[in-house]
């Protein structure tokens, strides 16, 4: 009986949060997509934005009306024929969707087919650390890795090839070496972290140093 008592204490301590948590994202401002209207280099940020949009204000939902809210913010031009058509399936249960991902994902599919494939892997292949931080690398490895057809050990490798020597080797040549692609951004991004904090570090006590050797030459050139 305690141990009921204290679950059910727990579980309606985590509604509490959670009903928080909803009500906090149906007040928050968040903003609406841009219009949509076939231009390939936008459809990318088109559902990044409708995307959060809909996980932050429309999550209680139904798919269909989140589908719905979707379309409306495609138009213009030929692209309202391929909204027509959609929104024709839907009318008449030939499509349907059980999550919106699903319709976004076509909708990406629809409009980028295979060219964005080969556009973010020919990135993939230009894209170096240099100076960066690991931390700014690794997002803009991210960024261009997703929906460029890389996965698994083909996109360690790219990883691997893209960074810098130095960081390369030494993930090598540990013991046990990184297995995935995430331990390889966890792993990278600590080594890069801890080497620009020794170098602060030996950049301070240098100027320590320096600063203290000429106050001693110069306590010894007084009369």
Known sequence: MQIQALLAVQGGAEAGREAV????GSHMEVAKPAIFNREVEKVGGFITACRLFLRMKLRKTSVEEQVQWVLSY???????????NVMEKLEAGEVEYKLVEEFLTSLRKEFRGGEEESVKAAELRKIEQGGRTM????????RTARGSGYEG?????????RI???????LMEVE???ASIEQWY??????NRNWRESRREEERLRKRE???????QERQSLP
């Open 21 to 24: 948590r909803s009500n906090m």
């Open 74 to 84: 495609v138009q213009g031009g030929s692209v309202d024929v391929w909204k027509e």
């Open 135 to 142: 931390e700014e690398f690794v997002q803009e490895f991210k």
């Open 153 to 161: 050990r083909p996109l360690i490798e790219k990883f691997k090839r």
């Open 164 to 170: 810098n020597g130095g960081i390369r080797r030494k």
């Open 176 to 178: 046990n070496p990184p």
């Open 186 to 191: 966890r792993r990278a991004t600590a080594l």
């Open 210 to 216: 320096t600063e203290g050797g000429g106050q001693k």
